[in-house]
């Protein structure tokens, strides 16, 4: 499995669209993914983002990003051992550094889009690298969220 973090700023949301909003996520189409649809929200002291998505430009894949405003100690291009823990249940994957405007972060393709629309029925996804803080993500209220995902991803067929 593999996992990717993108963040939102002023020059990613020029390369996006709006789709709308549910239960706290923003849901964006970007062109250049396909067209691609992704969730994102941040948290509410605006330091970290979460982005999770679907990539089609080739075999439909998914991804999950997360950035920070913070020094993620993650440098652009640098490959990071992950283990994400889905409701206790944990997968491994490779992410990959990333700095997007003044957000630092790392991002893991998920081989299964799949992955992507399940968590909106999860409840908690921690995300660790070693020698770094767990970044844990409520996912309680995800549903709705993921549902107009999944219509937004229709939409672009």
């Given amino acids: 499995m593999t996992i990717a973090v993108l963040a939102t700023t002023a020059a990613f949301a020029q390369t996006a669209t709006k789709y709308g909003e549910e239960g706290g996520w923003e849901i964006l189409i970007k062109d250049d993914m396909g067209p691609g649809c992704l969730v994102t929200r941040s948290n509410p002291d605006g330091a970290t983002q979460v982005q999770m998505g679907i990539d089609t430009r080739q075999a439909p894949k998914g991804y999950l990003a997360i950035y920070t405003k913070a020094d993620a100690k993650a440098k652009a291009g640098e490959k990071l051992s992950v283990t994400f823990e889905v409701d206790g249940q944990e997968f491994s994957g490779q992410a990959t550094g990333q700095q997007v405007g003044e957000y630092h972060g790392a991002y893991v393709w998920v081989n299964n889009p799949e992955f992507i629309y399940d968590l909106a029925k999860k409840k ?34």
């Fill in 124 to 157: 908690t996804l921690r995300i660790t690298v070693p020698g770094r803080d767990p970044l844990v993500l409520n996912l309680a209220g995800t549903n709705k969220a993921f549902e107009k995902l999944r219509e937004c991803q229709a939409a672009q067929s």
